[in-house]
């Protein structure tokens, strides 16, 4: 089992920042990659960014490239999601993920197996 644990969330006026933090526990040996998530009301959860647990490889959604940066800490078994210039568009509640296979998609939520409770960020124009 991995436990994830998000923080970080808050409001704040379109152009700001914030940084999420998502810290994981338990059978860290088993991950293979974590990501963000997030979900607006009346809408499908969508992929943010995510990062590969070793080396250096991320990836990001098309409407937040550029604008937010996914970085991890292994010795603490710690990732962030720095988010720069934020949008009011960018309001939902964000949640880390944590993925065991190396097949599979990174963008799909479908292929990870583990979720933190979510944060909420509100973004007001």
């Known amino acids: 089992q991995v436990q994830l644990v998000e923080s970080g969330g808050g409001l704040v006026q379109a152009g700001g920042s914030l940084r999420l933090s998502c810290a994981a526990s338990g059978r860290i040996s088993s991950v293979t990659a974590l990501g963000w998530f997030r979900q607006a009301p009346g809408k499908e959860r969508e992929f943010v960014a995510a990062a590969r647990w070793s080396g250096g490889y991320t990836y990001y959604a098309d409407s937040v490239r550029g604008r937010f940066t996914i970085s991890r800490d292994n010795a603490k078994n710690t990732v962030y999601l720095q988010m720069n210039s934020l949008k009011p568009e960018d309001t939902a509640v964000y949640y880390c993920?944590?993925?065991?296979?190396?097949?599979?998609?990174?963008?799909?939520?479908?292929?990870?197996?583990?979720w933190g409770q979510g944060t909420q960020v509100t973004v007001s124009s």
């Open positions: 993920a944590a993925k065991e296979r190396y097949s599979g998609s990174l963008y799909s939520r479908n292929d990870y197996g583990y």
